[in-house]
């Protein structure tokens, strides 16, 4: 039996509007990752040691302090290259492989679906990635480097250990990286030589490619979107998937699909997060796990999702 309520529509509507369907939308956030154990942003309490997270996630915070900011994305990096895609994650990767209609929209920048090997042409990180690597000179120098997963990116951002033995019961149940994130942790100040620096331009770091509040989402991307946006066929369905859907341009896109003839599918844990201009007609609302309603929405046209033990 599933374990999450249906308030809105029903799964069996749901799968015979799927099994019609050519071209699908998902606009994905911070909960589709929330199982595979990542955080999301109201859900940490948005503080970083004593910072606000958003206030570390600005050029200014990097211009003013890149080894802090460093550190924050560092431990960002380390912590999603812990976790593991779930079957939501691969669900929606197999998706866009049956379905070329299909498009993915994800806020995340936790390389979660590239590592569930969901096509690239049919996932637009409308905020970037971890893991991608640019020069801190955008405008100037332009380098980049892209799916970049080495950790630590220098040994200065090495996430700390307890340094217990780990053959030991003691390392065992003590959790071997510490939790930098909590102030009572000590980390060292770093200076620009123990951070990434431009292979090309030899001036300037490098900063993960991710958009900062202030920055412009990239423009490729956008152009993707507004591509699929413009065809003449018509957007069958848009799910909303674990995402406060309040940040714009992404909150827009469930209005867009719409306007473009979609019906409205919503898959989030909390009942009060609602579609931006609220319900209508032969909506659906499914509360709970994403991780374990996305597989159930998709099975017919999908097939038992298979996790890989570790990717
Ligand atoms: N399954 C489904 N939904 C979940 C789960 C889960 N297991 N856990 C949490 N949620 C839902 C929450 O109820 C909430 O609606 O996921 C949503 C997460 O919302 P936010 O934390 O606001 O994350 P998101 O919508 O991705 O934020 C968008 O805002 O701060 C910026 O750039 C940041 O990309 C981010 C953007």
Redesign the pocket.
């Given at each position: 039996m599933p374990s999450f309520k249906t308030l809105r529509g029903d799964i069996a509507s749901f799968h015979d509007a799927l099994k019609d369907s050519k071209r699908v939308l998902a606009l994905?956030?911070?909960?589709?990752s929330?199982?595979s154990g990542l955080p999301?942003?109201?859900?940490a309490g948005g503080l970083w040691r004593t910072h606000d997270a958003?206030s570390l996630?600005t050029p200014g915070a990097f211009e003013a302090d890149p080894g802090l900011v460093w550190q924050f994305y560092g431990y960002r990096r380390h912590m999603a290259l812990q976790a593991q895609p779930n079957p939501a994650h691969h669900a929606l990767a197999e998706l866009a492989r049956r379905m070329p209609g299909f498009q993915c929209l994800t806020?995340?920048?936790d390389g979660l679906s590239q590592r569930a090997e969901h096509p690239r042409a049919q996932l637009q990180l409308?905020?970037g990635t971890l893991f991608d690597l640019i020069c801190a000179n955008k405008r100037g120098c332009r380098y980049s480097r892209v799916d970049d997963f080495t950790d630590p990116v220098t040994p200065a951002l090495a996430v700390p250990t307890s340094g217990a033995d780990p053959t030991t019961n003691e390392a065992r149940e003590v959790a071997q990286d510490l939790d930098i994130s909590d102030i009572n942790v000590p980390l060292p100040g770093l200076s620009p030589e123990d951070l990434p620096r431009c292979p090309k331009c030899k001036k300037n770091l490098l900063r993960p490619g991710v958009?900062w509040f202030g920055e412009q989402l990239p423009v490729k991307v956008l152009d993707n979107i507004e591509e699929y946006l413009d065809e003449e066929e018509k957007i069958d369905l848009i799910l909303v998937?674990?995402?406060?859907?309040?940040?714009y341009p992404?909150a827009g896109y469930v209005g867009r699909a719409r306007d473009h003839g979609a019906r409205v599918a919503v898959?989030?844990?909390?009942e009060n997060?609602v579609p931006a201009g609220g319900w209508k007609e032969g909506d659906w609302f499914f509360q709970?796990?994403?991780?374990e309603?996305i597989p159930a929405l998709l099975k017919p046209t999908i097939g038992e999702v298979a996790v890989p033990a570790r990717v």
């Open positions: 994905c956030g911070a909960g589709l929330a199982s999301t942003f109201r859900g958003v996630a806020q995340n920048v409308l905020h958009v998937i674990g995402t406060s859907a309040k940040v992404a898959i989030n844990m909390d997060d709970g796990d994403a991780a309603i």
